[in-house]
């Protein structure tokens, strides 16, 4: 192996393997065992589920492969070719939330930063208790899956050479918070503490699906078709027989986009995340009351502080520090993040000469974040032109769960020997610089209109449950209107779980995959 292969992994790969939608030229019409939609954390691990038991696959994402080689930290040229509506997407409601989701091969595992927690305890139970699933799976189902996923993409700790200042000052002060702040475990092989996982990692350290399970996959004989759009899964006679799309460019040739069609002889994986599937299976011809409703999420807001040392966000995980002993308490989970300069640079207060003279004080800023485990509930609809939207609006008690989570931060960092902190709350001071300051914020209103809200985890919309009066997706991982149609991304989750929920989400893809593989069904009919 050479070191570029070390490097670069997503290279190299078996000619023929990758069928770029960009580039094609002629209608596609191929058949393959199963057809998986969506390449991220759920298409990534059940494509190399299925592959690993000696099945053809083929893999239909979306967006393009940003190749490691072509990481740009810049932060516009990557949201644009990485990132859903470059970035631009929202939750629409009693407030404007920016929602971000990666739109490329590996999905938001290329974009986020690949932390690793299992299902907590008590959100198993309350979906065994309260709705039904707990003849779907249990924790020592999905035990030997999650020790699977840990072994082959290197879950540790955080490194010291990786950690940074940022995530240095958290864990080390969290004490004064009354909680323990602690390393945060990731899928990482390597990291050089870059501190741009939001843009991709130059390194391919961080193992998202980008360089791991879809180029392994590829090299056991999948084919992915990437920039290409699933318009509907065709359901024959009450089974999944394959997916009918196009490419989503213009092929300068044709002037035209070019229709897509893949037969799947055992069936179809959807895994086009929480938002993008609700539609999918709408447009398929899908009828279910829960289908696009019950939509969670945990919207995330930050806060900088400024010391009088150098924090220098550029060097270290971009979030390598967490605590969970907020999680059941006060449905919140406190993390670090490290922003590159563009977009930390959004929250730097004042303008005109202030603001030039402000950013100078970036590199001594750290930023610490709350997401909140939101109970409040949105639909999913078809939108103009194709586009999702999601209707949202936090609670009172969401948006109060953030202003406490956000008091604290500021405690924290005055704690910790912050000499100002900007609370980005309209109708505050956009600086506070003492702690007795910090009562503004626990005073502020409860109107998610005034926070700087942000949402990343995304839940529900086609929640498993027994019956389908009850919910979309049967205990089978197979929608209750169509056979062998399975649906494995956080869309069948019944609620969120105060947790990042990446691993949850491969743990389940894993657990499915491998029982289809075990006992798939009869061969769709031609």
């Known amino acids: 192996m050479s070191s570029d292969d070390r490097v670069f992994p997503d290279e190299q790969l078996p000619e023929g393997s990758v069928v770029d939608g ?126 699977a996923i840990e072994e082959e993409l290197k879950v540790h700790a955080v490194l010291d050479e990786a950690l940074g200042e940022n995530n240095r000052l958290f864990v080390d002060n969290s004490f004064k918070g009354g909680f323990v702040g602690t390393r945060m475990k990731r899928y990482e092989h390597g990291c050089k503490g870059a501190g741009q996982c939001l843009t991709g990692c130059p390194n391919a350290a961080k193992q998202g699906m980008n360089v791991s399970y879809i180029p392994w996959s590829l090299r056991q004989g999948a084919r992915i078709f990437t920039s290409v759009r699933v318009d509907r899964i ?51 011809g899908v009828k279910n009351d829960h289908l696009g409703e019950h939509f969670m999420a945990h919207p995330g807001l930050g806060l900088p502080g400024v010391f009088n040392q150098k924090v220098d966000m550029h060097f270290g995980a971009t979030q390598g520090a967490e605590t969970i002993d907020f999680r059941k308490s006060e449905r919140f989970k406190l993390e670090t993040i490290s922003m590159q300069p563009e977009l930390a640079a959004v929250r730097i207060p004042g303008v005109g000469r202030e603001l030039v003279q402000r950013l100078t004080t970036l590199p001594h800023a750290a930023i610490w974040v709350a997401q909140i485990r939101a109970e409040a509930q949105g639909r999913i609809r078809p939108g103009f032109g194709g586009r999702d ?50 009562k503004l914020i626990e005073n502020a209103p409860l109107d998610s209109k005034y926070y700087s809200f942000i949402a990343s985890h995304l839940f529900g919309a086609a929640r498993m449950a027994p019956t389908e009066r009850e919910g979309v997706v049967g205990l089978d991982f197979s929608t209750h209107a169509a056979k062998g149609l399975y649906v494995v991304d956080s869309s069948i989750f019944p609620t969120n779980l105060g947790v990042n929920p990446q691993h949850s989400i491969m743990a389940l893809a894993r657990f499915a995959a491998t029982r289809v593989a075990a006992k798939p069904l009869e061969v769709a009919a031609a």
């Open 22 to 147: 960009e580039t094609v030229t002629r209608a596609i019409n191929e058949t393959f065992d199963f057809v998986v939609v969506g390449s991220g954390a759920a298409g990534g691990t059940a494509a190399w589920t299925l592959v690993q038991a000696g099945y053809t696959v083929a893999i239909i994402e979306e967006g393009p492969w940003v190749k490691t080689r072509e990481v740009d930290k810049r932060v516009f040229p990557s949201f644009k070719r990485a990132f859903r509506e470059a970035g631009t997407q929202v939750l629409m409601g009693n407030s404007i939330i920016p929602l971000l989701q990666g739109r490329c091969v590996g999905g938001s595992t290329l974009v986020n930063s690949a932390i690793v927690w299992r299902t907590p305890d008590d959100v198993l139970d309350d979906w065994k208790k309260n709705w039904g699933i707990g003849g779907a799976f249990s924790e020592a189902d999905l035990e030997p899956h999650f020790a």
């Open 234 to 284: 065709d359901v024959k006679n009450g089974r999944a027989v394959g997916i009918t799309g196009s490419t989503t460019a213009t092929n300068p040739k044709h002037g035209k986009k070019i229709p897509v069609v893949v037969h799947a002889r055992r069936g179809v994986f959807l895994a086009a995340s929480a938002i993008q599937t609700p539609n999918i299976l709408r447009r398929s």
């Open 389 to 438: 939207m999601v209707n949202y609006s936090m609670t009172k008690e969401d948006v109060g769960r953030g202003r406490k989570a956000a008091a604290l931060i500021a405690r924290l960092f005055f704690e910790s020997g912050a000499k100002e902190v900007w609370p980005g709350i309209h109708g505050l001071p956009e600086i506070i610089r003492s702690m007795d300051e910090v």
